[in-house]
C-alpha cells in the first residue's frame, strides 16, 4: 500500500458539512415587499424566492426567473424570483421558536415542542419581570409549485406507486425524488396569511366541490387540499397595488402578506380550471402518506448543541431584522430548516 500522500491524492473525498445538513426537498420563501410610502416611487409587492443552491442544479420553468444579487451583502448569489404560483398544497407542518442572539451580530432561533408565551405581549412580559420575547411560529408546506416540477412526469410516478403497493414495497419520501416536491417555508404573519387564505379556500371552492363529489360518489365525500391548484401571490387592492397591512406587534412593521386569487363566486367553470385531475389527487395521496414522518418531525436544539457547544442554538446565520417601517430585509431566519 502507498502512503497517505500518494494515495489521499488519486481518492475522491466525499465533502461533510459541518452541524447537520439539510436534505428534504428544495425551498422557497415568500418575500415581504417594500412600502414606500411618502417617496416618488410606487410599493414593491411581495414575491416568491428560491436559491439556486436549493436546486442542485435544476432550472426552474415559468414563471420564475434568474435574479443575481437579491440581498444586501450577499452580491454573488443567485436565485429565481416569481410574482406568483400556482400551488398544490400537500401537507403541513409548524413549530414555535423563539429569535434570540448570538455572537458577532447573528440571529438564531430556540426551539420549542409548544407554546410557552400563547398570548402575552413583549410590554406584558417585561411587566412581568420577565425577559424572553414572545414566540413566532416556523411553518412549512409540502407542496408541488408552478415551474419547480414536471407535470409530465406524474402518470408514470403514480403508475410506479401503484405498482410497489402491490408487490408490498415500502412508500417512503425517497420515492418521490426527482419528482420535483419543494417545500414553501415560512414565519410569523407570512404563515398566518397562508392559514387565513386556505381557511376561506376550504369554507368555498373546496366545500362546494366535496358536496358535488358527494353527490356524484353516492357518499360523503371530503376532498383534500391537494385537490386544486391554487394561484397564491400578494394581497393586491382592485387596482391591482400591494396591500400592506400593519403588525399587531410591531407597530412600525408593515407587510404585504400572501393570498390566494379566488373569485367570490364559485362556480363549475372556476372548479374545473383548477382541479388537479384524477392522477394527481391520486399520486398526493401517496405523497402526503410517505411523507407522515416529515410531518411529525420537529426542530431540536440539543442536536446541533452536541455538534457545536459554543453556539447553543441550531440554525443561526448571519443577518438583522427587518427594516423598520416597512418589514423588509435580508432573509436570515426564514432561511433556517427543520432537518429530518
Known amino acids: 500500500m502507498g502512503s497517505f500522500a500518494d494515495t489521499i491524492g488519486q481518492t475522491d473525498v466525499p465533502v461533510v458539512e459541518s452541524g447537520m445538513t439539510y436534505q428534504g426537498p428544495p425551498r422557497f420563501n415568500f418575500i415581504n415587499g417594500k412600502r414606500l410610502t411618502g417617496t416618488q416611487y410606487p410599493d414593491v409587492p411581495s414575491d416568491f424566492y428560491i436559491r439556486e443552491r436549493e436546486l442542485k442544479g435544476m432550472v426552474p420553468g415559468a414563471p420564475w426567473k434568474s435574479q443575481q444579487g437579491r440581498f444586501a451583502g450577499n452580491s454573488d448569489?443567485?436565485?429565481?424570483?416569481?410574482?406568483?404560483?400556482?400551488?398544490?398544497?400537500?401537507?403541513?407542518?409548524?413549530?414555535?421558536?423563539?429569535?434570540?442572539?448570538?455572537?458577532?451580530?447573528?440571529?438564531?432561533?430556540e426551539w420549542h415542542t409548544r407554546w410557552?408565551?400563547?398570548?402575552?405581549?413583549?410590554?406584558?412580559?417585561?411587566?412581568a419581570g420577565g425577559t424572553a420575547p414572545s414566540e413566532s411560529v416556523h411553518t412549512e408546506y409540502l407542496c408541488l409549485a408552478e415551474g419547480l416540477y414536471d407535470p409530465g412526469s406524474v402518470a408514470t410516478f403514480l403508475h410506479h406507486a401503484r405498482a410497489a403497493e402491490g408487490n408490498g414495497e415500502v412508500i417512503d419520501a425517497s420515492f418521490f425524488d426527482g419528482l420535483g416536491l419543494s417545500v414553501w417555508t415560512m414565519k410569523g404573519s407570512t404563515g398566518m396569511g397562508v392559514d387565513a387564505a386556505l381557511k376561506l379556500y376550504r369554507e368555498t371552492l373546496l366545500r362546494e366541490a366535496s358536496k358535488i363529489a358527494s353527490q356524484a360518489k353516492g357518499t360523503a365525500t371530503n376532498l383534500p387540499d391537494w385537490a386544486f391548484s391554487l394561484p397564491f401571490g400578494p394581497k393586491v387592492d382592485k387596482k391591482g397595488k400591494p396591500v400592506f397591512e400593519q403588525n399587531k406587534k410591531f407597530q412600525t412593521v408593515y407587510t404585504n402578506p400572501p393570498t390566494i386569487y379566488l373569485p367570490e363566486k364559485v362556480d363549475n367553470d372556476l372548479i374545473e380550471k383548477h382541479y388537479v385531475g384524477a392522477d394527481m389527487l391520486a399520486l398526493c395521496g401517496y405523497i402526503y402518506r410517505a411523507y407522515r414522518d416529515w410531518r411529525n418531525t420537529m426542530q431540536v436544539n440539543k442536536a446541533f448543541e452536541d455538534a457545536q457547544p459554543q453556539r447553543p442554538v441550531f440554525g443561526s446565520v448571519p443577518g438583522g431584522r427587518a427594516a423598520a417601517g416597512n418589514g423588509h430585509g435580508d432573509m436570515d431566519v426564514d432561511d433556517i430548516p427543520f432537518h429530518y
Do not use: W
Open 77 to 109: 448569489e443567485i436565485g429565481y424570483q416569481a410574482p406568483s404560483l400556482n400551488i398544490i398544497i400537500i401537507s403541513r407542518r409548524s413549530q414555535p421558536f423563539r429569535q434570540i442572539d448570538l455572537p458577532n451580530n447573528k440571529k438564531g432561533r
Open 116 to 127: 410557552i408565551y400563547p398570548n402575552a405581549t413583549p410590554e406584558e412580559i417585561r411587566a
